[in-house]
């Protein structure tokens, strides 16, 4: 029902998107919500809509599809840019949204965020202690670790899913131990609250007193899965 797509998956593995399923699933699921949908580039505006098609019938009924209608659209500000646009979402729904997707996140509260590299983050604020990230998006909660992480991660088709726990507690790993070699450097750096640059990601003015037990703990819990999984 969801239609072909000329896209070769083999040529998209590198990017995000490679089966050309996910803008008709993505549109499907925001439209079963109520929430409505325009995607805006130079140009065009494309509107997309539910509604029975007499094409397809099952018991007796038209079922309901995707449909989508474009219109001739003139901004030059738009000029290089596409624009999601996604109506009808409640306060509430948008802070519960913005903790799934860290640039949204930082955009509108403190993250105290270390870089490791090309390791991946580790994200200090107690909001976000045990939720794991795949290159800035959430994809689920692993109890008994004492912070959030983003990491670049195998995931399931779905994005729900890590699909290699012990590539997940490895990679994680590396971040702890970057961060430990570092750990007197990373102190020294960002002891001065005044000194931060605050244009992308802010900083906590000092470390958590107990962040180096933390980080060992979190060390051989990660640890203990990869033991686990060599078992």
């Known amino acids: 029902m969801l239609g072909g797509t000329t896209r070769n998956p083999q040529n998209y593995k590198s990017i995000t998107g490679q089966f050309g399923e996910g803008l008709k699933i ?17 140009d065009q505006v494309w509107r997309f809509t539910l ?4 094409n397809f019938i099952r018991n007796g009924q038209p079922e309901k599809c995707l449909f989508w209608r474009w219109e001739e659209y003139s901004n030059p500000q738009n000029a290089g840019k596409v624009l999601v646009e996604i ?3 409640t306060l509430d729904e948008w802070k519960e949204i913005i903790n799934n997707y860290l640039w949204l996140a930082c955009k509108v509260k403190r993250l105290g965020i270390i870089n490791a590299g090309n390791n991946g983050d580790i994200i ?39 699909t290699n726990y012990s590539d997940f507690a490895t990679k994680a790993n590396r971040i702890i131990f970057y961060i430990i070699e570092n750990y007197n450097k990373y102190r020294n750096d960002f002891g001065n609250f005044e000194d931060i640059d605050y244009t992308e990601i802010e ?11 933390l980080l060992e703990s979190d060390a051989n819990f990660f640890s203990g899965i990869i033991i686990q999984v060599l078992i």
């Not at 900083?203 to 037990?213: A, T």
Request: glycine letters at 6%; a positive charge.
């Open 124 to 162: 200090l604020n107690p909001e976000f202690k045990d939720r794991i990230f795949s290159r800035g998006v959430f994809v689920t909660k692993s109890s008994g670790v004492g912070f959030g992480y983003n990491l670049d991660l195998p995931l399931d088709r779905d994005r729900n899913c890590i």
């Open 87 to 89: 109506r009808n979402i």
């Open 26 to 42: 993505a549109a499907i699921a925001l439209l079963r919500q109520n929430k409505g949908l325009s995607i805006i580039n130079t």
């Open 203 to 213: 900083m906590f003015d000092q470390f958590p007193e107990n962040i180096y037990n």
């Open 51 to 54: 509604k029975n098609d007499n």
